[in-house]
């Protein structure tokens, strides 16, 4: 799914978000930490908001891969099921957790996200 390149800017991405927060967040942080170029960057890339949009997807689908949803049971008990295993996940993969609630909580903070979950 992923290219190598892509992968690593990602990740780097979430490296650097772990360490120093979403709004110290540059370009040149992340070719650096990844070990690419701006080109390559470019290339997969058309600026920092869709790398940060990628990382949170990416996050996301590594995150809640291994919950599912129970048919016999009621909604009440999935919800509260799911909220048990958020818990649980988020002690063993930290960082893409972190990723993800920051992301969300960005969402509700910044206007130009919030417009695009609205849509």
Do not use: P
Not at 6 to 31: D, P, R, S, Y
Not at 47 to 74: G, T
Not at 87 to 99: D, G, L, Q, T
């Amino acid at each position: 799914m992923y290219s190598e390149t892509k992968l690593h800017l990602i990740q780097a991405t979430i490296g650097l978000i772990m360490e120093h927060g979403l709004e110290k967040l540059t370009i040149n942080k992340v070719i650096k930490k990844a070990e690419s170029s701006k080109g390559s960057f470019y290339y997969h890339f058309s600026n920092i908001d869709d790398l940060m949009k990628e990382a949170f997807l990416y996050s996301l689908s590594n995150s809640l891969v291994e919950f599912s949803y129970c048919k016999e049971q009621s909604f009440k008990e999935n919800l509260n099921q799911f909220g048990h295993y958020l818990i649980k996940m988020s002690k063993k993969k930290s960082s893409e957790y972190a990723i993800m609630f920051l992301w969300i909580s960005k969402c509700f903070q910044d206007v130009n996200y919030k417009k695009q979950f609205q849509a």
